[in-house]
């Protein structure tokens, strides 16, 4: 839930500003198949429980298209030491995301997913030797 990690482990993020209490503004530099593009917009954690998870929602706009999202993220202890995490969402895209086709933006969702827990792996790994 910090800004700093978050700009870190989430893919394509190249800026990441607070404007509100738990609001941001952000940057989004994506590629998804052969269209990338650079994506502004807004994301705001909502239903936040202390260590234990909260939804994002996600509004993004580009010239390729526009996102919007909802992501209900929960953190489960698995011992003392681990921590699970589970999500699910639902992502609505206009513009040429839209017509791009559900098979490319599921791949394409299942790699940005993979990118950020290997960024979180890497982040936490360096935290832990500090």
Do not use: C, W
């Amino acid at each position: 839930m910090d800004t700093d990690t978050l700009s870190k482990i989430v893919p394509g993020i190249s800026k990441l500003e607070k404007t509100g209490d738990n609001t941001y503004k952000s940057i989004l530099e994506i590629k998804i198949g052969p269209v990338g593009g650079s994506f502004t917009g807004n994301l705001q954690m909502e239903n936040i429980e202390e260590q234990k998870g909260f939804t994002l929602k996600v509004q993004q706009n580009s010239s390729i298209g526009n996102a919007n999202a909802a992501i209900k993220i929960e953190l489960i202890p698995a011992n003392a030491n681990e921590t699970e995490v589970a999500f699910e969402g639902e992502v609505k895209v206009t513009g040429l995301l839209a017509s791009m086709g559900q098979r490319i933006l599921g791949s394409a969702a299942n790699m940005l997913t993979k990118q950020f827990f290997a960024n979180l792996d890497h982040e936490l790994a360096k935290k832990q030797t500090v």
